[in-house]
T-cell receptor, first 112, second 115 residues
Framework: GNSVTQMEGPVTLSEEAFLTINCTYT??????LFWYVQYPGEGLQLLLK?????DKGSNKGFEATYRKETTSFHLEKGSVQVSDSAVYFC???????????FGQGTILTVHP | GAGVSQSPSNKVTEKGKDVELRCDPI?????LYWYRQSLGQGLEFLIY????????KSGLPSDRFSAERTGGSVSTLTIQRTQQEDSAVYLC?????????????FGPGTRLTVL
């Protein structure tokens, strides 16, 4: 079956630091990959996506590249802000099926 | 436009009672999903409706859980004889049939607390 493994948190950074959150996956088909974000008190929001190998998803300064050879989709941001404090979830969907498989989530806290 | 809505936002119930959680998907979205977010289990898939097809119930944790979707729109998740381990945030999501990568839009969730 499909699975997603995320680096365990929590992650605590100072403002303007570089962020990496690792994500690797196992899938039987050719999944699409996502990062979702959940800000305090809010619902899940799609942050970025990549639908095929070597695609790079980007949004709000965050980036992630779909690496089929290493089955990875690591999230990066060059300079984090306090407002980036949230829980980040890596996820995949088998496009022939539809249900999302999520990683465990990584809590990010950014201090001024 | 309006997003996915869920009601109630919070529900506190006593062990053994039945509860109903409601989801209103985005208009025109034919696919509807229920997930559960709990401290111990993370985000888990529960059930999936796609148009008029039979739902995929493979994620329901026990036969106390059931869901229906009336008229291809609103969905209700019912938990019978609630247990304390059912305490979680229940999330609903919907997606448009033309989405090539099944982008799912999530509602704000219903926080269920079983005392």
């Amino acid at each position: 079956g499909n699975s997603v493994t995320q680096m365990e948190g929590p992650v605590t950074l100072s403002e303007e630091a570089f962020l990496t959150i690792n994500c690797t996956y196992t899938a039987t088909g050719y999944p699409s990959l996502f990062w979702y974000v959940q800000y305090p008190g809010e619902g899940l929001q799609l942050l970025l996506k990549a639908t095929k190998a070597d695609d790079k998803g980007s949004n709000k300064g965050f980036e992630a590249t779909y690496r089929k050879e290493t089955t990875s989709f690591h999230l990066e941001k060059g300079s984090v802000q306090v407002s980036d404090s949230a829980v980040y979830f890596c996820a995949l969907v088998d496009t022939s099926y539809g249900k999302l498989t999520f990683g465990q989530g990584t809590i990010l806290t950014v201090h001024p | 436009g309006a997003g996915v809505s869920q009601s109630p936002s919070n529900k506190v119930t006593e062990k053994g009672k039945d509860v109903e959680l409601r989801c209103d998907p985005i208009s025109g979205h034919t696919a509807l999903y229920w997930y559960r977010q709990s401290l111990g289990q993370g985000l888990e898939f529960l059930i999936y409706f796609q148009g008029n097809s039979a739902p995929d119930k493979s994620g329901l944790p026990s036969d106390r859980f059931s869901a229906e979707r009336t008229g291809g729109s609103v969905s209700t998740l019912t938990i019978q004889r609630t247990q304390q381990e059912d305490s979680a945030v229940y999330l609903c999501a919907s997606s448009h049939p033309d989405s090539s990568y099944n982008e799912q839009f999530f509602g704000p969730g219903t926080r269920l607390t079983v005392l």
